[in-house]
């Protein structure tokens, strides 16, 4: 198998090169794409990315993998690889720090730019809060964020405007916190969403679904914030 | 050597996972300069890979429920080698620090009077173990350490505390009074190396399950707050203790939730009989998961294993319909069509016992401070240091954890920490100097690795390892086989001493934070096999052939491994809870 690795070390590199490295792989077993990288990295150390639970819950190893963006450790490489080849790439937009590695500072900014935290101003009963099973599904879809960081990196007006697009996985953790009954800052949420560019630079074009390693929608929370926000200006 | 940075704080956590988090909210809130340090961004640590729940007598399912039901349960779990007083402390103030979560937004599932929805688990009664099966265990689906982590991260967004992520501790500053004084660790991004100084240092490392072949543990619980205590040469408790989960999916390790069988599914052999009803006639599939994992060995050594090999069981899902799977265990759905490639609406699952996670862990007093033994034995506080959560031995889970104790433990002990710290630091608790060679001493292995011009390669030395302690320190254990693995273990000591690190580059260089890890991996695994040939009895997850029973008279204690001179002592069992009876051993029976 061909493996075509982005690679790039600052200190020594001057700009970043698609290196090739081959890999004999198990017969009848198809690899996750995570287990190839484990591969190349015991053939070659100094191969950098980021990694950690390999069952796709913490978010660690988003990369780009022959061009789609998603989670190394439960993309089958069968999945990605055309005709025998696959090419790795650092999640696209964002500045690299080493091969496989980004920077995801404006990506984190952007998150703890909505308040991704549960705002209540009523002094907490004894026990729990109560909310039905009704309430409690309206966060289906949208607690499970696991911040990898895909759908972001593959949003064209993320790569314009990282500093002033909330992106779409800020976009629905702000949903998350709009949508949960217990939360009583939703007014002022919409306040700090309602400018030009925070939520009203996505162009609806989904690449963000399309992606999501976990399932989720983000176009569909964008649209819900939207008419929220419209319903307020009437 | 060139001067270092430095960077000083009240106190500095180590690991950014349940217990860290809980505990930096607790410090950044009494308005004290925190830190948090975590090799990973903090979501990414692995308390977000905890599925079923979180134990606690919260009074919802069962509006009689009551936390000594909760202690009793966790006692007997324990085969009675859980200190009583800890585990007294995490069921009785269970429920505030669940409800805190709740207010925190933690997003439950919910009954339909709206209040948190509760799961039975396993190891869990009413009454004292005579009301029949309990429960107990607040869930968020089959996401509940996603959705705890996630909330404490948030949390902690508006708390306060510094947040140094991507950032490696590498190991202890000890100065010469053997006070604790911070630690030396590597700003990832940049390979800058800065010595963190803090009046009190909490470990809050996690687990160690990549000492195992076969784990359900992330590829970076190395135990590396465990790594650092025993090189500065404090001693770990109950550290043969190691649980093996009994459904990690066959092959790839990855857990499926004990909440499975909380919900109605159960195992089955090759005949398809449901073989727990042998084994443990009333819990059945909701005994100890010490219980379920020996008899699924058994079933497997005695020729009734499912597949062509005959080397796994099946957990068996579908009788509980679509609907029930969809709603209360998605996530297993998930995971079981990618690396099971089975469909349990339709399918069983092929499940085996996989390591999951550490008992032992470096002892502590109930409020996190770490202990030491003096001459004559008696418990002294190691000043500066504190651990909690996995990397700790407060001691609650004894020989064997119940499922669902373990996130309970994180944010009790966690909070505990951060409480008892608050308050030595309000009392004064002066800031403590370190030394030039203070400095010099905890840098000395970093040196070590970046210097060396050749040798072995971390990735084939730590396969080793791994398969050694498969081999010599899995389910059942005999001597024969232990003392193998410990000559084994001898020779990999002098062979990573002399390892090679190739790649000497600054960039987030990840080579070098895995050779790190490989050298705490070593001293955990090293740790384990030495206390496991001592304890020459079984009880909980510690099962030896050759010694069948377990023997209260010489074994009814803490084991406690010093790493300088490799000796393994005694430390007494609590048994002096303040507010309940005491609960004395008895058989163990589910």
């Not at chain 1, 949208?142 to 960081?149: D, F, N, P, R």
């Not at chain 2, 009793?72 to 620090?97: F, L, R």
Request: hydrophobic share 40%; proline share 5%.
């Amino acid at each position: 198998m061909q493996v075509s690795v982005y690679r790039y070390d600052p200190d020594v590199d001057e700009a970043p090169e698609m290196r090739d490295m081959s890999l004999e792989l198990p017969e009848g077993k198809d690899l996750m794409v995570l287990d190839l990288l484990e591969r190349l990295k015991e053939q070659d150390p100094s191969l950098s990315y980021r990694r950690s639970c390999r069952e796709g819950v913490c978010g660690s190893d988003g990369i780009n993998m022959n061009g789609l963006n998603g989670l190394a450790c439960i993309t089958p490489v069968s999945q990605v690889a055309k005709r025998g080849k696959l090419a790795l790439r650092p999640l696209p937009g964002l500045p690299v720090v080493r091969d496989l590695v980004v920077d995801m500072s404006q990506f984190f900014d952007q998150f703890e730019k909505v308040r991704p935290y549960l705002i209540n101003d009523q002094p907490p009963p004894a026990q729990e809060r109560l909310q039905s099973p009704e309430e409690r599904a309206e966060l289906d879809g949208l607690y499970e964020c696991i911040l990898c960081g895909c759908c972001s990196t593959a949003c064209p007006s993320f790569w314009w405007n990282p500093d002033k697009f909330v992106g779409p996985a800020g976009l629905l953790q702000a949903y998350r916190f709009l949508a949960d009954s217990r939360d009583t800052a939703g007014a002022e949420r919409l306040r700090d969403l309602e400018d030009p560019f925070s939520v009203f630079r996505c162009r609806g074009i989904m690449n963000c679904v399309n992606v999501c390693p976990k399932g989720l929608n983000p176009t569909q929370a964008i649209g819900k914030i939207r008419g929220l926000l419209v319903r307020q200006g009437t | 050597m060139a001067a270092l940075r430095k960077m000083e704080f009240d106190g500095l956590i180590v690991g950014g996972g349940g217990a860290g988090l809980r505990a930096a909210l607790e410090l950044a809130q009494s308005g004290l300069k925190a830190a948090v340090i975590s090799k990973v961004f903090p979501t990414r640590s692995h308390t977000v890979s905890a599925q079923g729940g979180i134990t606690c007598a919260i009074a919802s399912e069962d509006p009689e429920d009551d936390w000594r039901w909760h202690m009793y349960d966790t006692v007997k779990g324990s085969d009675y080698i859980g200190d009583q007083d800890a585990i007294e402390y995490m069921c009785s103030e269970g429920p505030q620090a669940v409800f805190e979560l709740e207010h925190m937004g933690l997003p439950f599932s919910r009954t339909e009077s709206g209040r948190i929805y509760q799961r039975p688990f396993g190891g869990q009664s009413k009454d004292y173990g005579k009301g029949g099966q309990a429960a107990r265990t607040c869930a968020a689906a089959d996401r509940t350490g996603h959705a705890l982590l996630h909330t404490l991260y948030q949390a902690n967004v508006k708390g306060g505390a510094t947040f140094l992520n991507e950032w490696f501790a590498v190991d202890l500053v000890k100065n010469q009074d053997g006070a604790v004084t911070g630690v030396i660790a590597i700003e990832i991004e940049t390979g800058n190396v800065v010595h963190v100084a803090s009046r009190a240092t909490v470990l809050a490392t996690g687990g160690a399950g990549r000492i195992y072949a076969s784990t359900t543990n992330a590829l970076m619980n190395t135990g590396d707050g465990v790594g650092m205590a025993l090189r500065a040469g404090f001693p770990v408790q109950d550290i043969e203790m190691w649980q093996f989960h009994p459904t990690g999916i066959a092959d790839a390790g990855v857990l499926v939730t004990e909440g499975c069988r909380g919900e109605g599914g159960y195992l089955i052999n090759k005949d398809g009989e449901r073989f727990m009803e042998r084994y443990a006639p009333t819990a059945k599939d909701l005994a100890g998961r010490d219980v379920v994992a020996r008899s699924m060995i058994i079933e497997i050594l005695e020729g009734r294993g499912c597949g062509e090999a005959g080397d796994h069981v099946l957990l068996k899902l579908d009788h509980l319909g679509e609907a029930v799977l969809n709603s209360r265990l998605p996530g297993i759905l998930e995971l079981s069509r990618t690396f099971a490639h089975v469909d349990p609406v339709r399918q069983p699952i092929p499940v085996v016992p996989t390591c999951h996670y550490m008992m032992g862990g470096i002892p502590t007093q109930v409020r996190g401070q770490a202990l030491t033994q003096d001459d004559t034995g008696q418990d002294q506080a190691i000043e500066g240091l504190y651990a909690a959560g996995e990397a700790a031995c407060v001691s609650v889970h004894g020989a064997n954890r119940l499922g669902g104790n373990s996130l309970l433990d994180l944010i009790v002990f966690g909070r505990a920490a951060g409480l008892h710290i608050e308050q030595a630091v309000r009392q004064g608790i002066s800031r403590r100097d370190a030394s030039e060679s203070d400095l010099e001493a905890a840098r000395a292995r970093l040196a070590r690795w970046n210097d060396s011009t050749s040798g072995e390669s971390v990735a084939a030395l730590k396969r080793e390892l791994q398969n050694t302690m498969q081999a010599s320190f899995g389910v059942f254990r005999t001597e024969e086989h232990m003392r193998k693995g410990i000559e084994t273990l001898k020779g990999l000591r002098d062979r990573i001493g002399n390892a090679h690190l190739p790649d000497k580059s600054n960039a987030f260089n990840t080579a070098r934070l895995e050779a790190l890890e490989l050298d705490n991996l070593l001293e955990v695994a090293y740790a384990t096999a030495i206390a496991a040939e001592a304890r020459r009895e079984s009880r909980g997850a510690h099962a030896r052939e050759d010694h069948q029973q377990r023997d209260d008279k010489n074994w009814l204690c803490h084991s406690l491994y010093f790493p300088d001179d490799e000796r393994v002592a005694k430390r007494a069992v609590n048994f002096q809870p303040a507010t309940v009876p005491v609960l004395e051993p008895m058989e163990r029976k589910y």
